[in-house]
Every structure is written in structure tokens, then in C-alpha cells.
């Protein structure tokens, strides 16, 4: 059975749409810079021996290149004082998953109380690092803002989906899962449709330490695909979200389909097939 999907984005080189991320791959462009000085002093952890205490050996990635921390709450229902504490993950991710919908030509009033599904793909704990430091500031709303498991339900409470709503964790395969279960539940007849998503932010220095630690990121924060140059990875960041709905569903709704997926598999190295 085939599935209609649409998507959105947030990804470095200020690429915020599908569109604006194909004219950025046509003409070779590269996002790639320095740690932004609002996320952490990376100069001051820098040292080029991987094994020196505390330290990191790059100070370059791919960052999105805004600021986090602007949100509009008021939009999506949430109070000044809960927006405070929420992960910015979450923010983002509201965002695109708005965008996502609006892509494929629903509105909130049609999704609201309908039987859709949030699979959300996430294995970054940042900020939840981040606001642990200082336990003594614990607030309210410190919970549901910085926990990961509560990326799925934050989009299904705000947007009022019925559906399945998870958060996945399979390391850099997250996403494929996350895209896996949500093609399963359609296929189960768990959920008329499902926003797949998922968020990548670099927000602390902590994860940044043990991927180098295990040796698995560039010293110049390069991704250098099967070359023989390749001495590890460069870390990127990136929120993304798809809506998908069984293709025959989609027919008859007269969405406007983007593309559909054929097939979908998942081993040990989640490996989805797509057309």
C-alpha cells in the first residue's frame, strides 16, 4: 500500500521550505560555520588531541541560523510562562508541523479531533542537560518543557490529534523509524493520517564531548562522504516534519500529493524505499 506525504523545514543556510532546500543543493552551497557565540563558547573547549579532559576537537557544524529562542506562543495556545520553559525543539517543531499541514491543504479546524498520529524522531537531550544544572529553578511547566518524550504530545495536545503520538529514539535512524511505525499505523488502520517529524538542535556542549570522545566526529566539522579525506562526521542541525496519508485516502480527499512512498522496511540500518 502506498502513502501520499508533504512536508516542511527548518535547516542551516536559512533553507526553511522544500523548495528553497532543492535550490540550495542545485547550486552546491555549503551551510557550514561556526558554533553561533548564543549556543555555547566553543573556542573555549577546543583542543586538536581528542583525548585532552573536556574538550572537543572542531568548532565548526551546520546550524540553523536563527534565533531559537523566538517564538510566537500566543499562536499555538500556550502562555507566556509555559513557553519560558519549553525545550526549543518544541517551539520548532510546532512551526513545521504548522507549515506541514498547511502543505498539504488542511486546516486546524479539519485536523482537530481527527485520528491522526504524531511519530516524532528525537535523541538529543540538550536542553534537558541544560536546565538539570540547576535543579533549585525547577518551575511548574520545567517538565513537560525540557523532557523528550513530550516532542509527540506537545504537537498532538496543541493541534488536537486523536491518534497514536510517540517519540522515537534509534540514534541517527530515528527519523526512518519514526516514518516506519507511521506508514505501519496507516497500514493497521490505527490513524487516518500521521505527521512524522523530527529535531536536531545543538544547545549544549555535553553531547558535542561524547561524540568526540567516541571518535565519530571530523576534526573539521566536514561531512567527507566516501572520500578517502573522511575522518568522522560534522554535526548539522534540522527540524523537518511529513504529513502522510494512505494514497488512496488522499485521492479521494483530492489533496495535493508531493510524493508518494512505495515501500518502507526497517532492519538494524532503517533503510526506507521512496519514488
Request: net charge negative.
Amino acid at each position: 500500500m502506498s502513502d501520499a506525504r508533504y512536508l516542511a523545514c527548518r535547516l542551516p543556510g536559512d533553507v526553511k521550505s522544500p523548495s528553497e532546500l532543492w535550490n540550495f543543493l542545485i547550486n552546491s552551497q555549503s551551510a557550514q560555520g561556526e558554533v553561533p557565540p548564543d549556543r555555547f563558547n566553543v573556542r573555549g573547549f577546543y583542543h586538536p588531541n581528542t583525548d585532552f579532559p573536556g574538550s572537543i576537537n572542531g568548532t565548526g557544524g551546520y546550524f540553523i541560523n536563527e534565533d531559537l529562542r523566538l517564538f510566537e506562543n500566543e499562536f499555538f495556545g500556550i502562555n507566556n510562562l509555559e513557553a519560558k520553559y519549553m525545550d526549543p525543539q518544541q517551539r520548532k517543531l510546532l512551526e513545521v508541523v504548522f507549515e506541514c499541514f498547511e502543505s498539504a491543504g488542511h486546516s486546524l479546524e479539519q485536523l482537530s479531533g481527527s485520528n491522526t498520529g504524531c511519530f516524532v524522531a528525537n535523541f538529543t537531550i540538550d536542553y534537558f542537560v541544560m536546565q538539570s544544572k540547576d535543579p533549585e529553578s525547577y518551575h511548574r511547566y520545567s517538565a513537560t518543557g525540557m523532557g523528550p518524550t513530550i516532542l509527540a504530545n506537545r504537537i498532538s495536545h496543541v493541534f488536537d490529534l486523536k491518534g497514536p503520538s510517540c517519540v522515537l529514539d534509534t540514534a541517527c535512524s530515528s527519523s526512518l523509524y519514526s516514518l516506519h511505525q507511521a506508514c505501519s499505523a496507516l497500514q493497521a488502520g490505527e490513524c487516518d493520517g500521521a505527521i512524522v517529524a523530527g529535531a536536531n538542535l545543538i544547545q549544549t556542549l555535553e553531547m558535542q564531548i561524547g561524540a568526540v570522545k567516541a571518535g565519530i566526529l571530523s576534526g573539521s566539522s566536514t561531512s567527507h562522504t566516501f572520500d578517502s579525506s573522511a575522518d568522522g562526521y560534522g554535526r548539522a542541525e534540522g527540524v523537518g516534519a511529513l504529513y502522510v496519508k494512505r494514497l488512496s485516502d488522499a485521492l479521494k480527499d483530492r489533496d495535493p500529493i508531493r510524493s508518494i512512498i512505495r515501500g518502507i522496511a526497517v532492519n538494524r540500518q532503517a533503510v526506507p524505499s521512496f519514488s
